[in-house]
């Protein structure tokens, strides 16, 4: 039996996906209550790195730690990989000593072709094209605060990148409206857009994405490996900027999500990402609680 992988948020179907939600509400739950969840004691988490992470990696080596597990982390340089194995050698040896992997890269097709040769269950922890993580765990944090979210509206401001696509994929699940706002040029993937039908609306004008929305949301202007491209970014993007007159578009009760790290003063002003609407410190701590949902899902 082949195992199962989450590369893409829409590798969960809707029932899935809020089942997992509710999930990690549990285990948010019991963390804090000082209980116990021991779900994989004795599973072993690779998790392979070839892009640094801050949240990424703190979230899932505690995470399996917690469920009674263990993260072993695989820095690209650390193994044979730096050197020139192929991709799927690397995963048909390494799969076969853990219980599941978790790889932060660049292009998706490495993860693709990873999961292809790997025994075990491999999760997506950041690619090029998608990071369903994140916006699992922004999910969460508004299932948490106001719970479904269906019917609701959602602004993306800013680069149609990776975030962006995982977002689009949320709608189409969830049945909600996406709106991105993004520059001439830097638009989502067009069958991504397709795939969601009406859910998805691609627009220029960040005040008409943000209008009645209840959660604004954006990414820092380049990411990592875009970082040549600064300045001719920060030309495309200097009117998506997300500050307290945007904010002022949505619902007065409007969260504002970033999945961090947050440049001040560049996609989001200061004011905006320290104000009361934010929650991007709660979604920072649960990517734990999400991940060991998810981590149980799929090793469990």
Known sequence: MSPRHFLRLDDLGAAELEALLARAAELKAERRAGQGHPTLAGKVMGLLFEKPSTRTRVSFESGI???????????????????????ADTAEVVSRMVDGIMIRTFGHERIAEFAAASHVPVINGLTDRFHPCQVLTDLFTWYERRGSIAGRTVAWIGDGNNMAHSWINAARLLGFELRIASPEGFDPEPDLVAAAGDRVTVLRDPKQAAAGADIVTTDVWASMGQEEEQAERERAFGGYRVDAALMEEAKPDALFMHCLPAHRGEEVTAEVLEGPQSVVWEEAENRLHAQKALMELLLG
């Open 65 to 87: 730690y917690q469920l009674g597990g263990y993260g072993m982390f695989l820095s690209q340089h650390d193994l044979q990989l730096g050197r020139g194995e192929p991709i």
